[in-house]
């Protein structure tokens, strides 16, 4: 059974930094690639970046490029999401994903879901 647990949400100050981990178990994650989603109060889930865990290969969605970074460390099963020049409109629930195939950024792409981690950034 695969389960996928966010943590490192919380209230933050625009500018400020947050690190969100995504543990991983049950599932082989060499055949996949992490993702990272959000969805604000009214939105639609929004893709934020995504890692192949084989390669490393990322990806980022043009709002958060330059002020985010992907990444995951292998031995831990537990992808990251280092988020740095944080601003009001970053606030939202966070959520990592786990696709086999498709494309990165169309959530109907992943098979797994974490429960999600409440971001907010207060100006």
């Known amino acids: 059974q695969v389960q996928l647990v966010e943590s490192g949400g919380g209230l933050v100050q625009t500018g400020d930094s947050l690190r969100l981990s995504c543990s991983a178990s049950g599932a082989t994650l060499n055949r996949y690639n992490m993702g990272w989603f959000r969805q604000a109060p009214g939105n639609q889930r929004e893709y934020v970046a995504a890692i192949s865990w084989s390669f490393g290969v990322t990806e980022y969605v043009d709002s958060v490029s330059g002020r985010f970074t992907i990444s995951r460390d292998t031995a831990k099963n537990t992808g990251y999401l280092q988020m740095s020049s944080l601003e009001p409109e970053d606030t939202a629930v966070y959520y990592c994903?786990?696709?086999?195939?498709?494309?990165?950024?169309?959530?109907?792409?992943?098979?797994?879901w974490g429960q999600g981690t409440q971001v907010t950034v207060s100006s």
């Open positions: 994903a786990l696709s086999e195939v498709g494309t990165w950024r169309d959530p109907s792409s992943y098979d797994y």
